[in-house]
């Protein structure tokens, strides 16, 4: 299963990234989208999570700031990030979850300069 994440890149703190990632309609149709974040030697976090009605799950390292959102036509999840920090910095990964599984995208790098 394929997961494509794109957006990431070099930003400075208090600016602005759009992420995005698509993913197979059967996949996507039913499942449970999810944007986690990893830096080198610590685990996987959640970053934003949302339903396939819309709901939504935010950790607290982003509330007010990140903002989750799908396009149920174009199977893509977006999470859109302002007013970043250099603790943001780390290697986003898009998750979906269904009753068939959990599936992970490649990984895409934000980098944040202080």
């Known amino acids: 299963v394929q997961l494509q994440a794109s957006g990431g890149g070099l930003v400075q703190a208090g600016g602005s990234l759009r992420l995005s990632c698509a993913a197979p309609?059967?996949?996507?149709?039913?499942?449970?989208m999810g944007w986690y974040r990893q830096v080198p030697g610590k685990q996987r976090d959640l970053v934003a999570a949302i339903t396939v009605g819309g709901g939504t799950n935010y950790a607290d390292f982003v509330k007010g700031r990140f903002t989750i959102s799908r396009d149920n036509a174009k199977n893509t999840v977006y999470l859109q990030m302002n007013s970043l920090k250099f603790d943001d910095t780390a290697v986003y990964y898009c998750?979906?979850?269904?009753?068939?599984?959990?599936?992970w995208g490649q990984g895409t790098q934000v980098t944040v300069s202080s």
């Open positions: 309609g059967s996949i996507f149709r039913f499942a449970t």
């Open positions: 998750n979906a979850r269904n009753a068939r599984g959990n599936f």
